[in-house]
């Protein structure tokens, strides 16, 4: 089989081994660097959302997770706690180049969410960028909806931010993500 035909095989699993959040933070600088010229401010904000989860993270109520295509790290998710207890925040989704099109972005988001319904959340909000537009269509796939967004300059580029909001009550099944 050429490689060209290798379909990887991709796991997610939970980010407890050790590297793991040093990859976390590591890969978000490099990506968004290469993608979208993005400074290391954002990689600083990453490695603050990352530092918190890691000292401070209830496990009954906040997790990350790792995907894994054929053993190599390829992306994560991170869900935490909100501002009042129904409330999670999907934190950081990333996915590699390399990953996409996989699925791999569909299956952090899914198992997310469904670790947020177990933890008993009624709601999960995220902050994202519009350039972003892969991860924005799986958000909307999962149910999100767009509650408002506003310019910014951040990462040493004009932006616009975007909150989103998933009641956990209603539960579409993602298409034409994949």
């Known amino acids: 089989m050429s490689q060209r035909e290798h379909r990887p095989r991709v796991t997610v699993r939970r ?7 040093g990859w ?9 660097d290469r993608q979208f010229g993005w400074n290391t401010d954002f990689e600083a904000l990453v490695a603050g959302i990352v530092a918190q989860y890691a000292a401070e993270h209830d496990p009954a109520r906040e997790a990350g997770w790792i995907a894994e295509a054929d053993g190599e790290r390829v ?3 991170f869900l935490v706690s909100g501002d009042t207890p129904a409330v999670a925040r999907l934190r950081i989704l990333l996915v590699t180049p390399a990953a996409r099109r996989l699925g791999v972005g569909s299956r952090l988001v899914e198992t997310c969410l469904d670790f947020a319904r177990a933890a008993g959340y009624e709601q999960v909000t ?9 991860a924005r269509r799986i958000y909307r796939a999962f149910g999100f909806a767009l509650t408002d967004e506003e310019p910014h300059h951040s990462f040493g580029h ?3 931010g975007q909150n989103w909001t998933l ?6 099944v993602p298409q034409g993500i994949r």
């Open 167 to 172: 009641d956990l009550a209603r539960r579409p």
């Open 24 to 32: 976390v933070v590591m890969a978000h600088g490099e990506v968004y």
């Open 15 to 21: 980010a407890d081994r050790p590297g793991d959040l």
């Open 158 to 160: 004009d932006l616009v």
């Open 126 to 134: 995220l902050w994202t960028n519009d350039v972003l537009v892969s």
């Open 75 to 77: 992306g994560c998710v």
